[in-house]
């Protein structure tokens, strides 16, 4: 048998995708949101070109095949979701933003959405390391590990994040971060 050249490993992959787009789709939009199943689909057709020497051959076990890794990689992103709700509530519950945020009146879109939006103000590595924390329960020494730096180095990196992320919910609400005194003498010392 000769190799397969790069034009028919091509052609054998755009024949592919036209036959298991739609249905794929279709299945994927009736398990979640259009931007969601978009991402999963683009991901299926990805592994459909990884593998596409598995791909079963006959048209009445493609789709069948493809449903299936879509399904896997549906799951996955599903459990990623849960993971970023978990986070906001993590975050929220363990370092909340002062009282200019009634935590109790939003729902679960509005916290995402301040959450989210907070992250992606602050730099990557702070993100990052809120992610280790709050996505995969990872506490000082583990996160030590992952950085390639201390213990004691990576809880106050942690703590720093916590700090900036508050201060970007703050600003989100905004609020201007500071604590206005309104007690005792504010003419200065005597």
């Not at 978990?86 to 929220?92: A, H, P």
Request: glycine share 4%; proline share 5%.
């Amino acid at each position: 048998m000769r190799p397969v050249t790069d034009a028919e490993r091509e052609q054998r992959f755009r024949t592919l995708a036209e036959f298991i787009l739609e249905p794929v789709r279709r299945y994927l939009l009736r398990r979640t949101d259009a931007p969601t199943a978009d991402d999963v689909l683009s991901e299926t057709l990805l592994v459909c070109w990884r593998r596409l020497e598995e791909v079963p051959a006959e048209p009445d076990e493609t789709i069948p095949w493809a449903i299936v890794v879509a399904r896997y990689l549906l799951a996955n992103a599903q459990r990623a979701e849960r993971r970023r709700l978990r986070l906001v509530g993590k975050i929220l519950a363990l370092d909340p933003p002062a009282a200019v945020v009634d935590v109790a009146s939003l729902d679960g879109t509005a916290e995402t959405d301040l959450v989210r939006d907070a992250l992606t103000r602050l730099r990557t590595a702070d993100a990052e390391l809120l992610r280790l924390w709050a996505w995969d329960g990872f506490e000082s020494p583990q996160l030590a590990i992952v950085l390639g730096i201390s213990s004691n180095a990576a809880a106050i990196r942690l703590h720093r994040a916590k700090a900036r992320l508050k201060d970007e919910l703050l600003k989100a609400q905004g609020a201007s971060g500071h604590v206005r005194y309104e007690g005792g003498n504010t003419d200065g010392p005597r």
